[in-house]
């Protein structure tokens, strides 16, 4: 209507200005002579193209338009003839469009992208069981939380005339929560499971134990998996599926056999049921982590392992409140889910909020953190043989800087206009790195005969027995002394603090063998058993909401959550930042034991 109006005016301006071009004399000031040059060179030219009366009557009609319009008089319609519209079968709605992220949910936010406008909400009358009008009540209704009120559904279908029947209203709910129920895989709900690391006891051998993270898979008759370039994939888990059925019947997943998990490309195997034994790991696999340091190097070294740590799990079903809502992509409920699920787990194993450290802030909690072991300066003395290692790859490193900064100075030559301070630049840098090369051969030398003098005070020692109080100094002063004068050399590879050492060498004693794990002092293994079973923020998991640091579970919201495996300092799961694989499959697949098909995502902070 205002539209109208607008047009009209317009019109009517331009008519006058037409009827008066060209505009001639004085104007009062400079802006109004550029005015009156710029309203006669646009409309001069129009009139003496097709005459003044002929314009200004153009104009006057669309001016009479513009007023009817604005007066609600309809105009003539023109249209083409009706073409009858193909049909398609019915299917569960999805509209094309939508985003894959809402469209899974099923319930919240039928938005589409690029989509024709919907047509208008149909008229929910009673008794019709075909009419499908839950979108289009309340997030919370929809979501199952509560019943629509008669308002919410007048408010939804203006169109309806009277009291809406009690059973148009229960019809409404009823399709709600038919709608939740599509968007659960399961098709019912299915309480999470909590994987949590078992306690460590000095007199039991768990090397047994069927559900463990790390260590070595027992794969039955299977191969190990490969990458796409033929490289073996990191295994982390092996998880029981008749403890899984112990822990919740209600899984979707086999009763028997066990499932293998392999990261990096990802890999999920089904071990059937059988008493198989340990598969040895291919020759060429790569190392899985390096002590106190990051899991899965690029090269193997004198302080990196093949396989994770073995530590045995035990399943904890998590029982959430009936009146959760389900899943989906709306953000305070995944929260909601979330904080459901750490609150059950709270309940049953203690979390923290830190990882462990045998420094000053554990030592106050607790005796025993303050003990050096033999093993600590057999730790120091291989990330020494591990740098020492790395002095060609160093050098390596400068003859290729050499490299790239000669090429860059000869695409500087090769400007139309060679700028003289960046060439200089360029070869100052190149003479920098040619004259790093002789030190670092030199450091390499020095630090060769440093490791043969440190090698005397480490050999023949019991890495498991305790380090006196003049052999820790001895230690101290040789980290000192590789901090001062080996720094080229070492920085990033050995350890600088005594607190560094503890911790690996603790770490190490509890996923060791039973007699490291026998050496380690009663106050610091009740210390770890009470307070350090958990991860220090997700949680490893099957089913249920995972941690999302990207928000990627929001691409897999009808996928079941195989496994999630988060960052987790004590068994050497430190990935990335706090970083978490979310192993995932579709309720198609695993009906059909399509294992294959899995998907391995990671995220991180």
Known sequence: MKAGSAVALLCICLAVLVWHVPIEGAAATGKGEIACALVNSIFVPVVDAFGREPVVIVLGIIAIFGVLVRLGIGLPQFSMPSIPKPSFPAHDPVPEGVSRKRALSGVAHRETIAAPPPPPPPVPRAGDPNLDYS????????????????????????????????????RAFAMAGERIRKATPHGKRVDPIAIVRKTREKDRNWSGDRSHFGGLPRLGHAEWPRSAKGVPLPFVAQIDLAEVAAANPDTPLPKTGSLAFFINDGAVIHVPEGDFPITPAPHDLPPAYAEDDHPLPEHASHVSHQAFPFWPVDLMRLSLPQDLPEPCDDYDIIEEIETAQFAALDRLVPGRGYAFTAGRYDQDRTAGLDTMWWYGADLFLRQLRTSLAGVPRRIQSQYDSIAASRDYQRRLAAEPEPSAAKIASAEANEESYRRAIPK?????????DFIGHFEKFVSGRDPWSEMSAEEVQILEEAMREVRDNFDQVCSYRVAYRMEDLRSASIRRMITGDQAAAAALPDEVLSYLNNG???????????FG???????????????????????????????????????????????????????????CS
Do not use: C
């Open 440 to 448: 670092i051969e030199e450091k390499g030398r020095e630090l060769a």
């Open 135 to 170: 979108g289009l009540l309340p997030l919370e209704v929809r979501l199952g939380k509560r019943r629509p009120t008669r308002e919410e559904l007048k408010r939804a279908f203006p169109a309806f005339e009277g009291d809406i029947p009690d059973e148009v209203i229960d």
């Open 532 to 542: 350090y079973r958990r991860p220090s923020k997700a949680m490893h998991q099957m």
């Open 545 to 603: 909401v995972g941690a999302s640091p990207q928000d990627g579970i929001y691409g897999h919201m009808s996928d079941h959550l195989l496994l999630q495996i988060t960052y987790d300092d004590l068994p050497e799961f430190r990935f990335g930042d706090m970083g978490v694989y979310h192993f995932w499959i579709s309720p198609e697949n695993l009906a059909a034991g399509n294992w294959d098909k899995a998907e391995l995502t990671f995220e």
